[in-house]
């Protein structure tokens, strides 16, 4: 498990194994924009101010994803406890 923490409110989530971010934030009733769910279409795409992500997806080029300034929360996870999101 980490935790993703929002800029705009401070407010931080537990991500539980086997859940994703996105339906962590969902639940809690963050929007997050979604489409495929699966990591190719890049809709989901979030600003990434602190930590570094565990990235999942298809959709970011290998330069992008080493960046560690964004990632898709519908799958991506976290290699750093917390994750500060530009959310
Ligand atoms: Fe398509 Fe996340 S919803 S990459």
Known sequence: ???VQLK???AAYTIPV???V???LQ???VFVPA???QGVCGTCLTRVLEGVPDHRDQYLTE???AANDQFTPCCSRSK???LLLDL
Do not use: I, L, R
Request: net charge negative; proline share 8%; charged share 25%.
């Open 22 to 24: 996105m339906k962590v």
């Open 8 to 10: 705009s409110t401070g």
């Open 1 to 3: 498990p980490f935790e």
């Open 27 to 29: 639940d809690a009733g």
């Open 35 to 37: 489409s495929c769910e």
């Open 18 to 20: 086997g859940v994703t």
């Open 63 to 65: 330069e992008e994803q």
């Open 80 to 82: 750093t406890p917390t």
